[in-house]
């Protein structure tokens, strides 16, 4: 237990409660991403197929090498696995390009 911060000393009944406070806010966040459609869902089925094309690549790659004996398959599998996870939140991305090509960026 951590020095300095009290145990959390409510019932369930009292935690649906004040969750039942912030039942609006969370639910104008998470149909944020909802209110595109059928295109958000077409968006994540692509990007599970290239994961699954992805991991299907590497296990042919590393039987085409003999390292059968080598627990490298499963460790870049999970590599692959995590990039393609998380690997949104760090991707970069920006409408540089656009900004100058509408004209947004003044020299």
């Not at 295109?39 to 296990?59: D, P, Q, T």
């Not at 039987?63 to 949104?88: E, K, M, N, W």
Request: aromatic fraction near 10%.
């Amino acid at each position: 237990m951590l020095s300095g911060i009290p145990p959390l000393r409510l019932s369930p009944i009292e935690i649906m409660h004040a969750l039942h406070r912030y039942r609006e806010a969370v639910w104008l966040a998470s149909s944020g991403a909802a209110g595109d459609g059928f295109s958000i869902v077409l968006r994540y089925a692509i990007r599970f197929v290239r994961l699954l094309v992805l991991l299907s690549v590497w296990e042919m790659v590393v039987a085409s090498r003999d390292l059968a004996s080598v627990p490298v398959l499963g460790t870049v599998q999970t590599y692959t696995l995590v990039a393609g996870a998380f690997g949104i939140f760090v991707e970069a991305r920006t409408d540089l390009g656009a900004a100058i090509w509408d004209g947004r960026i003044a020299t």
